[in-house]
């Protein structure tokens, strides 16, 4: 792709200097390589444009549409002039403004009939869409030749562009290098190409850039769909190859040991999942090389079991588990809820402990010397045989007696060096499993995790009840919110307990000014605070309700306090911020009001709502928003709210991300090499993809008689991304 020296020139000695310091700005393009693969985000037909009726809000848009009429009005006296043109394409119209000095030219332009280009940002004004100050450029051919010229092919380019850098501008650059499309280095194997009937690489450039037909463009889409796709999962297999390789000390769990004697006082069986997962895990514990595993399943399908599980079969075996959890408020949950399934084969050592049992130790930043001083021990002379903790675990001063089994938490949290730290403790590599709450979909799992073998857990444990959700428009129909609340103190006055999550805490550190998103700027307030949502409900609607805060800024003894008292039942209503998103377990509380729903992911929404219903009692999940009915925000809680299946919740949110983010900062900390895959729709190409990968590395570990291939691959895995990669 983009490692080649003739696609290595920077942008300035073609476009000259002030051209290319706007593209690497503002969207991150530096050498011709780059601009080569920054592709159309779709094809305008001079007939049929971005319908002007389904146009995004508060996002930049470049529509193809024909001026319907135009009108200079005064405002202020006499003193202001603004310029109204309205635009159709057929579909709907839209409405430009024009104000002040900015309107002589548009004025003389955009007479009624003409066709143009038309980009800006779409907002609301008077509950109509508008593009205020639009940036054009005119399709006609007044000024000779060329501008007919350059949009006569049918299909007009649209790129994905800023306010600083129209699409027809980025075209024009992209005429300027697509000539040198044809030194492009195919990644390629000719075998492979060959078999699956791909096109070379530079006429796939050529094709997507200036296509002659709609054939040309998905002709150029799927291949270039498998550079992307092959050189990644080459990436991965040689990953997997690599970690085959490696040595670890097979850990069998002991007849009549630890693990029996837990699985003897269950006071429940469990479910057909979890013994089928755990079977794949205990057979790679049993491996001589290490374990590489991710346990994905639904919220509360009991995956804290399964890998308690498994840290009790290595401790039966001589090693010692480690599990890592990206907060103190889960490390610590995880630590009691741990202690209270295993009883008092949580006190090996102890009095009163069972003779089979081993300690438990908790280990996180904020504890006191003595305590954490006595953990340290604890692991260094192997008394205790389970160790949770939170980053603190990786520090250099933590040492282990015989390190087995690593168990991370919510990878999504933990940067891969984290994993990678606490995986050179042991003395030789540790086997790993990776627990994720929410679910992924398969393709995300072979791209983002690809270097990990799958396990899902897709049933809940008997026992859990359903979730009622429904999405609260408070801006709208306000009686609806004072029913939530109501609905609250039903739920409280059946005995039960409530959540109310809010997006910010609200103290001093929130009020620094940061950089407004958009969002912001539309709606004009900033999202609600715990603090003060806690003042409002207490002075209001649930007046006489015991309501307490938690948040993550509060000392680590207060926060575990009301934790422990909302377990207890001595807290009605906890308002807190998303700290609760993970682990958290009070089975009698039923309800949660999620207040600014809008301004949290799909995965986080299902995530947080995991919370409720996991007694015997049903659940009800309240979605507060007061974003506008046709918002694209109010689709995606309509979504979470119709459905409870995380796999189904996870493909939206997905679909509604860019595919970017999916493998962007969170996992890799890159920035995504995707551009034309997308990891939903191309399952078919990311499996294929996989499978001659594999073939390839296992005939060629080196790639020494693919030369093209390191190329391209070096160029993936630029310094930052290699390091990722080796630290899975």
Not at 3 to 20: F, I, R
Not at 204 to 221: M, T, V
Not at 306 to 312: D, E, G, T
Request: with cysteine; net charge negative.
């Amino acid at each position: 792709m983009d490692g080649v020296p003739a696609l290595d020139e920077p942008l300035k000695n073609a476009l000259g200097a002030a051209t290319a310091k706007v593209m690497a700005e503002h969207l991150d393009l530096h050498t011709l390589g780059d601009l080569l693969h920054h592709y159309p985000r779709r094809y305008a037909e001079r007939g049929e444009l971005t319908p002007l009726s389904e146009l995004p809000l508060d996002e930049h848009v470049t529509v193809v549409a024909r001026v319907a009429d135009a009108r200079v009005l005064t405002f202020n006296q006499g003193r202001g002039r603004r310029l109204e043109v309205t635009i159709t394409d057929g579909s709907g119209r839209l409405q430009l403004v024009f104000f002040g000095k900015g309107v002589h030219k548009p004025h003389k332009d955009l007479l009624p009939g003409t066709r143009a280009m038309f980009a800006g940002k779409v907002s609301m004004f008077n509950r109509r869409l508008q593009l205020a100050h639009p940036a054009y450029e005119l399709l006609r051919g007044e000024d000779g030749e060329e501008a007919v010229d350059s949009w006569a092919g049918a299909l007009i380019p649209i790129y994905p562009a800023t306010t600083k850098l129209e699409s027809w501008k980025i075209a024009k650059a992209v005429d300027a290098v697509l000539p040198s499309a044809r030194d492009a280095v195919d990644p390629l194997p000719p075998a492979l190409r060959e078999g699956r009937g791909l096109t070379g690489l530079p006429d796939a450039l050529h094709k997507i850039h200036r296509p002659r037909s709609k054939a040309d463009i998905e002709e150029a889409r799927q291949r270039l769909k498998w550079d992307e796709a092959f050189v990644l999962q080459v990436a991965l297999a040689r990953r997997r190859f690599a970690d085959a390789q490696l040595p670890a000390v097979a850990r069998r769990p002991v007849p009549g040991g630890l693990l029996d004697a837990f699985d003897a006082k269950l006071p429940f069986t469990l479910t057909e999942g979890q013994r089928s997962v755990s079977k794949e895990i205990f057979d790679d514990l049993a491996t001589e090389h290490p374990m590489h595993r991710l346990l994905q399943g639904e919220v509360g399908s009991g995956k804290t079991m399964v890998a308690l599980r498994a840290m009790l079969a290595v401790v039966d075996a001589g090693g010692q588990a480690a599990m890592l959890a990206p907060t103190e408020v889960l490390a610590q949950q995880h630590h009691r809820s741990v202690v209270e399934m295993m009883g008092d084969l949580a006190e090996g050592g102890m009095l009163g402990g069972s003779d089979q049992g081993t300690k438990v130790v908790l280990l996180t930043g904020s504890m006191g010397v003595p305590a954490r001083r006595q953990a340290l021990l604890d692991l260094v002379t192997g008394e205790a045989g389970i160790v949770i903790g939170t980053h603190a675990l990786i520090e250099d001063k933590v040492q282990f007696h015989d390190l087995g089994l690593v168990v991370v938490d919510e990878q999504h949290r933990f940067g891969v060096e984290q994993r990678d730290a606490l995986r050179s403790k042991g003395k030789q590599p540790p086997h790993l499993l990776v627990m994720t709450a929410t679910p992924i979909p398969r393709t995300v799992a072979m791209t983002v995790f690809g270097d990990l073998e799958t396990s899902v857990l897709d049933q809940l444990p008997a026992g859990r009840s359903p979730i009622a959700s429904h999405v609260v428009p408070a801006a709208d129909k306000p009686h609806f919110l004072a029913r939530a609340w109501e609905r609250v103190r039903e739920e409280v006055e059946g005995g039960h307990q409530a959540y109310v999550v809010c997006p910010r805490i609200g103290d001093a550190e929130d009020e620094k000014p940061k950089k407004k998103s958009a969002e912001d700027e539309a709606e004009k307030r900033p999202p609600l605070a715990v603090l003060e949502v806690a003042e409002q409900l207490t002075r209001g609607p649930l007046t006489g309700l015991r309501v307490e805060i938690l948040h993550g800024r509060m000392a680590p003894d207060d926060k575990d306090d009301v934790m422990r008292r909302f377990a207890a039942g001595d807290v009605d209503v906890l308002v807190a911020t998303t700290v609760i998103e993970v682990g958290v377990n009070v089975p009698n509380a039923t309800a949660m009001v999620i207040m600014d729903a809008d301004r949290f992911g799909v995965s986080q929404l299902h995530q947080l709502r995991g919370r409720v219903g996991r007694g015997s009692a049903p659940g009800l999940c309240l979605l507060v928003t007061e974003m506008p009915e046709a918002s694209p925000a109010r689709a995606r809680l309509g979504a979470v709210a119709a459905t409870l299946d995380g796999f189904e919740l996870s493909r939206i949110d997905l679909e509604q991300r860019r595919e970017g983010d999916v493998l962007g900062q969170a996992q890799s900390g890159v920035r995504s090499s995707l551009r034309m895959l997308a990891v939903i729709e191309d399952e078919e190409v990311i499996a294929a993809a996989r499978e001659e990968a594999t073939a390839v590395v296992r005939a060629d570990p080196e790639l020494e008689h693919l030369p093209e291939l390191r190329i391209a691959l070096d160029a993936l895995l630029d310094k930052e991304r290699e390091q990722y990669l080796d630290k899975g």
